[in-house]
């Protein structure tokens, strides 16, 4: 595998259920990301971690809980989700650097709600 | 607040025209400014990018210019392709930052016609 890889693809699941998104870079990275895309709205950054701390939780609801055990894995953890939180969640890595800007972007987890 | 705006959702251009994307953002102190291409189903990749010590910056079909006193940056793809069809986010991170502070814009759908 090379780059980063997202599992599942596609995911569908009723408002109690709990699940989880997982992501993997092979790319030696030290900074991970969950983003959200909704439809005509920019890409929301939901957290950050550097060197497997989280460093940003960009006011996500509780429903949504991240773990980061070492800096090539990163879950996302879903619990009594909303019809609103249908979206593409993307993963993304980088080299937290100065003078280092570029994030690798995962193809993304199509989480429809139900 | 939407600190990168970019106000056409869609765009659509003749095969072997020019195509013009444009970004604006409000914030003086990003410095450094990326697009990326996002194919459906896909997860965004690294397309261009330029530093605001620069006004250009050229790479094969592809040119990002940048008018600072505007607060304004445009792609250029000559000549378009059908390939080039896809969503395209500009993206700034300010002075002294990194990928993490990566500020996205909402994206412009370009459809490259025949």
């Known amino acids: 595998e090379t780059g980063v890889t997202q599992t599942p693809r596609h995911l569908v699941m009723g408002m109690t259920n709990k699940k989880s998104l997982k992501c993997e870079q092979h790319?030696?990275?030290?900074?991970m990301y969950w983003y959200k895309q909704s439809a005509k709205k920019p890409l929301e950054l939901m957290f950050v971690?550097?060197?497997?701390?989280?460093?940003e939780n960009n006011s996500v609801p509780s429903r949504f809980s991240p773990e980061c055990p070492n800096s090539s894995h990163l879950f996302l953890h879903l619990h009594t989700l909303q019809p609103e939180d249908s979206a593409l969640y993307l993963c993304?890595?980088?080299?937290?650097?100065?003078?280092?800007?570029?994030?690798?972007f995962g193809p993304g987890t199509r989480l429809t709600v139900t | 607040d939407q600190q990168v705006k970019q106000n056409s959702p869609s765009l659509s251009v003749q095969e072997g025209r020019i195509s013009i994307l444009n970004c604006d953002y409000t914030?003086?102190?990003?410095?450094?400014f990326l697009w990326y291409k996002k194919y459906p189903a896909e997860g965004p990749t690294f397309l261009i990018s330029?530093?605001?010590?620069?006004d250009k910056n050229e790479d094969g079909r592809f040119t990002v210019f940048l008018n600072k006193s505007a607060k304004h940056l445009s792609l250029h793809i000559v000549p378009s392709q059908p390939g080039d069809s896809a969503v395209y986010f500009c993206?700034?991170?300010?002075?002294?930052?990194?990928?993490?502070?990566?500020?996205f814009g909402t994206g412009t759908r370009l459809q490259v016609t025949l």
């Open positions: 330029i530093s605001s010590i620069k």
């Open positions: 993304a890595s980088s080299q937290e650097q100065r003078s280092s800007y570029e994030q690798y």
């Open positions: 971690y550097n060197f497997k701390e989280q460093t």
């Open positions: 914030n003086s102190m990003f410095d450094y």
């Open positions: 993206a700034a991170t300010p002075v002294g930052g990194t990928a993490s502070k990566l500020t």
């Open positions: 790319l030696g990275h030290n900074a």
